[in-house]
């Protein structure tokens, strides 16, 4: 059989394929086979499972398990997210606490030392009598807008009220909702023990004293939820209730005596006895070399490091209103709790401070006659109460650790007792709410003190409406000097603001008086001739009420003043003898008692300005309380130049709030300011045919600042066509403004000198602008000191401007830790050196005038011939200059033939062709 070599396998077609190529690298590649046999189907992935068939899962088991790792997924990145967004708005709350603090300690650094408290503006709003038995009115602020909510009695029913602060500056009273009073007490401390708005809910938190915990939501309407949620109940009824100041938690002291710690949600973190036998984890702990008997114990000696203070005699004040109290450090890391422990002998009031977790860090060292009254300093550093004993009544101070740490005492001198006391959010004044008694007559007030030195002044006495009593007090929580109060029918915000009060009429004969309010006395330096640091002065005067505002008149060179008390009187002094060393006290010319010219100035007036020896100025609220108004007030004088009485009055209501009365004595120009930072120009009719010198005030304003500027100044301009006033105004974000134009925005203090508007700044210089240049085209770009540059120094850091003397060449400054120091400015000196260059006076008969039995003679009409003492000195002094090296001093050689009168160009052009011949 013949082998036939060409044949091949007969095979089916379909499971044959003819053999390709053997692909390449990138070709494997693109098509990812998975089998090595190119007739074989490509294999894929098989999953099986290799658990038994019992416990295998259907698709459905798989896809609903499946679903649920999905859905869990989800919530855990839903979680994830919520925490990440606390976490980022308490990084917020946090950044603005910062934010807030470093506003609170720049506010801090503007408050100088020796200012006193002007009060700018006054609201006032009338909600209508209250119950008569009415004891007090809880009142709480939203500090986004300003607006107040107060729980008063109403017939049966008490009610919460809200007063809003409208466009027109005027205050709107409505009503919010109705509480039914279910309980038999007449008072509203045991009715509503506390109320308070929390921003972040728009929500208002009433705390009842039976145990309800409310919550009132303000846009309830808005959401269609309930405007009422009773969001727990104590059984055992609530004492107290206390917010921290990042509304993050709520502090209860129960009817048990305990406290209760809950979120901002209302969920409980703790409860806890608040009488136990601890004295707290930070009790100090001596190691020997800090104990008692080795420390210095002055004049009483080393006998008094083994006295043992005897505390069962102690006993709580007759004054005490059994109530507890909780406040919160400021930054709301601690709390304290002032509360009667009647485990401690007669039941004493005791101090208490916990963390912010309610664990207890240390308790007050015994304190006999220990008050109810408790304040936190926001700062952080003092707790505040009161002791009284028989011969005074003190306000002490206690640190963190339960220790005693300073003290002062009321000036007090009838029955009184304190109801309230209270830090403003930047810790610089103590609001004390006082009730006298006189008489069986019960009157109240609210006291501001600041301290400086060590020493506590009385800056302020609020007095309500004669016929009214205060009900309850507040600091806003933002704006450091803003206080409210209520009285049994209205409501009233107060403005204040820190102002030095100085002469300031632009004279040679101007002492630079600086005069500071201590209660009922004026604490008077004039720094022309002497520099005494507060609290120390040269002169003083005391009044029989309380001072409130000081203005200088032009008088005697602006040394006379005026003074207006609480009381509503206003006391005329004159200082002829100012300038002599040391100065005798001023004289009083008399006083006017303004609450027995017209009802509706009680308690109104806040700013006056003396512009002559019979005029005097008023600024204060009308009667309707609506809008301001400023009264003009002529009064005569007897043969003795004493006060006799007031012969007439004028009154112009303004459309609207004023903020400043401002006089210039040197210009004669009164200008007031509103709310918005509009100036007004104050017109005196001066030929009124009645003599009585009628007034208006410009309708349209002469200027208006960018904004409201708390301190103002007026600065007048000539040129060869005429006179331009300029208003400088200082707003409280240390923006500078002449007009409308902004010349630096880091200022701190200002004052307007004879040649300069001299200011300081927050880059620790102090600055002085020229008046002669044109102020509408100043601007200052940085606080670079370019040499011999003599409109810039450089000042220790926080330092503000005093005062400065008109027509000298020093400067007072005061620094951060109240120490005063006067130092000589290069541009002061030169602008002097100027001034006397330009005069031909003999100053052996002005500045140096022969002594005569101790003291300067009166001018002689002898005098030398000085008409021609500058050519005089001119020619000396080059005489002398040539004799020494001309070469040498030849820049001034040629100002002395330049300065002459006539200048003697040709002298001086001569020299310079003869050295350069």
Same mark, same amino acid.
């Given at each position: 059989?013949?082998?036939?070599?060409?044949?091949?396998?007969?095979?089916?077609?379909?499971?044959?394929?003819?053999?390709?190529?053997?692909?390449?690298?990138?070709?494997?590649?693109?098509?990812? @086979?998975?089998?090595?046999?190119?007739?074989?189907?490509?294999?894929?992935?098989?999953?099986?499972?290799?658990?038994?068939?019992?416990?295998?899962?259907?698709?459905?088991?798989?896809?609903?398990?499946?679903?649920?790792?999905?859905?869990?997924?989800?919530?855990?990145?839903?979680?994830?997210?919520?925490?990440?967004?606390?976490?980022?708005?308490?990084?917020?709350?946090?950044?603005?606490?910062?934010?807030?603090?470093?506003?609170?300690?720049?506010?801090?650094?503007?408050?100088?030392?020796?200012?006193? /408290?002007?009060?700018?503006?006054?609201?006032?709003?009338?909600?209508?009598?209250?119950?008569?038995?009415?004891?007090?009115?809880?009142?709480?602020?939203?500090?986004?807008?300003?607006?107040?909510?107060?729980?008063?009695?109403? =017939?049966?029913?008490?009610?919460?009220?809200?007063?809003?602060?409208?466009?027109?500056?005027?205050?709107?009273?409505?009503?919010?909702?109705?509480?039914?009073? #279910?309980?038999?007490?007449?008072?509203?401390?045991?009715?509503?023990? !506390?109320?308070?708005?929390?921003?972040?809910?728009?929500?208002?938190?009433?705390?009842?004293?039976?145990?309800?915990?409310?919550?009132?939501?303000?846009?309830?309407?808005?959401?269609?939820?309930?405007?009422?949620?009773?969001?727990?109940?104590?059984?055992?009824?609530?004492?107290?209730?206390?917010?921290?100041?990042?509304?993050?938690?709520?502090?209860?002291?129960?009817?048990?005596?305990?406290?209760?710690?809950?979120?901002?949600?209302?969920?409980?973190?703790?409860?806890?006895?608040?009488?136990?036998?601890?004295?707290?984890?930070?009790?100090?702990?001596?190691?020997?070399?800090?104990?008692?008997?080795?420390?210095?114990?002055?004049?009483?000696?080393?006998?008094?490091?083994?006295?043992?203070?005897?505390?069962?005699?102690?006993?709580?004040?007759?004054?005490?209103?059994?109530?507890?109290?909780?406040?919160?450090?400021?930054?709301?890391?601690?709390?304290?709790?002032?509360?009667?422990?009647?485990?401690?002998?007669? #039941?004493? @009031?005791?101090?208490?401070? *916990?963390?912010?977790?309610?664990? %207890?860090?240390?308790?007050?060292?015994?304190?006999?006659?220990? =008050?109810?009254?408790?304040?936190?300093?926001?700062?952080?550093?003092?707790?505040?109460?009161?002791?009284?004993?028989?011969?005074?009544?003190?306000?002490?101070?206690?640190?963190?650790?339960?220790?005693?740490?300073?003290?002062?005492? /009321?000036?007090?001198?009838?029955?009184?007792?304190?109801? !309230?006391? %209270?830090?403003?959010?930047?810790?610089?004044? %103590?609001?004390?709410?006082?009730?006298?008694?006189?008489?069986?007559?019960?009157?109240?007030?609210?006291?501001?003190?600041?301290?400086?030195? +060590?020493?506590?002044?009385?800056?302020?006495?609020?007095?309500?409406?004669?016929?009214?009593?205060?009900?309850?007090?507040?600091?806003?929580?933002?704006?450091?000097?803003?206080?409210?109060?209520?009285?049994?029918?209205?409501?009233?915000?107060?403005?204040?603001?820190?102002?030095?009060?100085?002469?300031?009429?632009?004279?040679?004969?101007?002492?630079?008086?600086?005069?500071?309010?201590?209660?009922?006395?004026?604490?008077?330096?004039?720094?022309?001739?002497?520099?005494?640091?507060?609290?120390?002065?040269?002169?003083?005067?005391?009044?029989?009420?309380?001072?409130?505002?000081?203005?200088?008149?032009?008088?005697?060179?602006?040394?006379?003043?005026?003074?207006?008390?609480?009381?509503?009187?206003?006391?005329?002094?004159?200082?002829? !003898?100012?300038?002599?060393?040391?100065?005798?006290?001023?004289?009083?010319?008399?006083?006017?008692?303004?609450?027995?010219?017209?009802?509706?100035?009680? #308690?109104?007036? @806040?700013?006056?300005?003396?512009?002559?020896?019979?005029?005097?100025?008023?600024?204060?609220?009308?009667?309707?309380?609506?809008?301001?108004?400023?009264?003009?007030?002529?009064?005569?004088?007897?043969?003795?130049?004493?006060?006799?009485?007031?012969?007439?009055?004028?009154?112009?209501?303004?459309?609207?709030?004023?903020?400043?009365?401002?006089?210039?004595?040197?210009?004669?120009?009164?200008?007031?300011?509103?709310?918005?930072?509009?100036?007004?120009?104050?017109?005196?009719?001066?030929?009124?045919?009645?003599?009585?010198?009628?007034?208006?005030?410009?309708?349209?304003?002469?200027?208006?600042?960018?904004?409201?500027?708390?301190?103002?100044?007026?600065?007048?301009? =000539?040129?060869?066509?005429?006179?331009?006033?300029?208003?400088? #105004?200082?707003?409280?974000?240390?923006?500078? +403004?002449?007009?409308?134009?902004?010349?630096?925005?880091?200022?701190?203090?200002?004052?307007?000198?004879?040649?300069?508007?001299?200011?300081?700044?927050?880059?620790?210089?102090?600055?002085?602008?020229?008046?002669?240049?044109?102020?509408?085209? %100043?601007?200052?770009?940085?606080?670079?000191?370019?040499?011999?540059? !003599?409109?810039?120094? @450089?000042?220790?850091?926080?330092?503000?401007?005093?005062?400065?003397? +008109? +027509?000298?060449?020093?400067?007072? /400054?005061?620094?951060?830790?109240?120490?005063?120091?006067?130092?000589?400015?290069?541009?002061?000196?030169?602008?002097?050196?100027?001034?006397?260059?330009?005069?031909?006076?003999?100053?052996?008969?002005?500045? *140096?005038?022969?002594?005569?039995?101790?003291?300067?003679?009166?001018?002689?009409?002898?005098?030398?011939?000085?008409?021609?003492?500058?050519?005089?000195?001119?020619?000396?002094?080059?005489?002398?200059?040539?004799?020494?090296?001309?070469?040498?001093?030849?820049?001034?050689?040629?100002?002395? *033939?330049?300065?002459?009168?006539?200048?003697?160009?040709?002298?001086?052009?001569?020299?310079?062709?003869?050295?350069?011949?």
């Amino acid at each position: 059989m013949e082998e036939n070599t060409n044949s091949t396998i007969n095979m089916p077609t379909d499971s044959y394929t003819i053999p390709s190529p053997k692909p390449t690298l990138s070709t494997q590649k693109i098509e990812r @086979r998975v089998s090595g046999k190119s007739w074989k189907r490509p294999k894929t992935a098989t999953r099986r499972s290799q658990l038994p068939r019992n416990l295998r899962k259907s698709w459905d088991d798989r896809l609903k398990e499946r679903q649920e790792k999905e859905a869990m997924k989800l919530l855990e990145q839903k979680l994830k997210d919520e925490v990440a967004s606390e976490k980022k708005r308490k990084r917020e709350i946090a950044l603005k606490r910062k934010q807030a603090l470093e506003e609170k300690e720049r506010l801090e650094k503007l408050a100088s030392f020796m200012k006193s /408290l002007t009060l700018l503006s006054q609201f006032t709003a009338s909600f209508g009598n209250s119950n008569p038995r009415l004891k007090n009115i809880r009142h709480t602020v939203n500090p986004e807008n300003g607006d107040i909510y107060l729980v008063r009695f109403s =017939e049966s029913k008490f009610e919460l009220v809200k007063c809003s602060l409208v466009q027109t500056q005027n205050f709107e009273v409505s009503s919010i909702i109705f509480f039914p009073n #279910g309980g038999s007490s007449n008072d509203l401390d045991e009715i509503v023990k !506390e109320l308070k708005f929390l921003v972040d809910i728009q929500s208002i938190c009433v705390a009842f004293g039976n145990g309800d915990i409310v919550l009132v939501h303000l846009d309830a309407t808005q959401d269609g939820e309930e405007m009422v949620e009773v969001v727990g109940y104590i059984e055992s009824g609530i004492r107290c209730m206390e917010w921290s100041p990042d509304e993050e938690l709520v502090i209860f002291v129960t009817g048990n005596d305990t406290i209760l710690e809950m979120t901002k949600d209302f969920d409980v973190i703790t409860e806890f006895p608040i009488n136990v036998e601890e004295l707290g984890e930070a009790v100090s702990i001596s190691v020997g070399w800090g104990k008692k008997e080795t420390q210095f114990h002055g004049s009483e000696g080393k006998t008094a490091a083994q006295k043992v203070v005897d505390t069962s005699n102690f006993t709580r004040s007759e004054d005490d209103d059994f109530h507890p109290r909780v406040s919160w450090c400021g930054d709301g890391s601690m709390f304290c709790c002032s509360v009667i422990d009647h485990n401690k002998g007669k #039941g004493l @009031r005791v101090i208490r401070v *916990y963390n912010r977790e309610g664990i %207890l860090q240390s308790t007050s060292e015994p304190v006999d006659n220990l =008050e109810h009254i408790l304040s936190w300093r926001p700062a952080g550093n003092l707790i505040a109460s009161s002791q009284k004993s028989i011969d005074k009544h003190e306000i002490c101070f206690f640190e963190k650790n339960g220790l005693r740490h300073g003290e002062f005492s /009321l000036r007090e001198i009838k029955k009184h007792k304190i109801i !309230e006391i %209270l830090w403003n959010c930047d810790s610089t004044v %103590l609001a004390i709410w006082l009730e006298r008694e006189i008489l069986n007559d019960v009157s109240s007030c609210v006291q501001l003190w600041y301290m400086n030195n +060590y020493h506590w002044y009385l800056k302020q006495e609020i007095l309500p409406p004669s016929t009214e009593s205060i009900t309850s007090i507040s600091w806003d929580p933002e704006i450091a000097l803003i206080l409210h109060y209520t009285t049994d029918s209205s409501y009233f915000r107060l403005e204040f603001s820190w102002d030095n009060l100085f002469a300031n009429t632009i004279s040679a004969n101007n002492a630079a008086t600086v005069a500071v309010i201590d209660g009922c006395s004026i604490y008077l330096t004039p720094f022309r001739i002497m520099n005494i640091p507060p609290p120390m002065f040269a002169s003083s005067i005391q009044l029989d009420s309380p001072a409130v505002h000081v203005s200088f008149s032009p008088n005697n060179g602006g040394n006379d003043f005026a003074v207006l008390k609480a009381n509503q009187e206003i006391s005329f002094f004159e200082w002829p !003898e100012v300038m002599n060393t040391p100065p005798k006290p001023p004289k009083l010319l008399g006083i006017i008692h303004m609450d027995k010219i017209e009802s509706p100035y009680k #308690g109104s007036i @806040r700013q006056i300005a003396w512009i002559n020896k019979t005029t005097l100025f008023c600024l204060h609220c009308h009667s309707n309380n609506q809008s301001d108004s400023i009264t003009q007030i002529i009064v005569e004088f007897d043969d003795n130049g004493q006060i006799q009485k007031k012969l007439f009055e004028s009154t112009t209501h303004f459309t609207n709030f004023l903020r400043r009365l401002h006089y210039n004595p040197t210009y004669g120009i009164i200008f007031c300011e509103t709310n918005e930072g509009s100036i007004h120009k104050v017109i005196i009719d001066h030929n009124d045919p009645n003599n009585t010198e009628h007034f208006f005030v410009s309708k349209t304003p002469i200027v208006s600042l960018p904004e409201v500027c708390n301190w103002i100044g007026t600065v007048q301009v =000539e040129s060869e066509k005429n006179k331009k006033t300029f208003v400088v #105004g200082l707003s409280e974000h240390n923006k500078l +403004y002449v007009n409308e134009r902004l010349i630096t925005a880091d200022c701190t203090s200002f004052f307007i000198h004879n040649d300069f508007i001299i200011f300081t700044t927050l880059s620790h210089v102090v600055r002085f602008l020229p008046l002669h240049a044109n102020l509408l085209d %100043l601007k200052v770009l940085d606080n670079v000191i370019q040499p011999y540059d !003599e409109t810039i120094r @450089r000042v220790e850091r926080g330092s503000k401007i005093v005062c400065a003397a +008109y +027509y000298d060449v020093f400067l007072v /400054l005061q620094m951060p830790r109240g120490n005063l120091e006067t130092i000589y400015p290069r541009a002061l000196v030169l602008a002097s050196v100027r001034d006397f260059l330009n005069k031909n006076e003999d100053v052996t008969m002005t500045m *140096y005038p022969q002594i005569e039995n101790g003291s300067k003679s009166s001018f002689s009409s002898n005098s030398h011939d000085v008409s021609t003492k500058v050519n005089t000195v001119c020619d000396a002094v080059r005489a002398v200059l040539e004799s020494m090296d001309t070469k040498t001093y030849l820049q001034s050689i040629i100002t002395s *033939y330049v300065r002459k009168t006539p200048p003697y160009l040709e002298s001086a052009l001569n020299l310079l062709a003869k050295l350069k011949g």
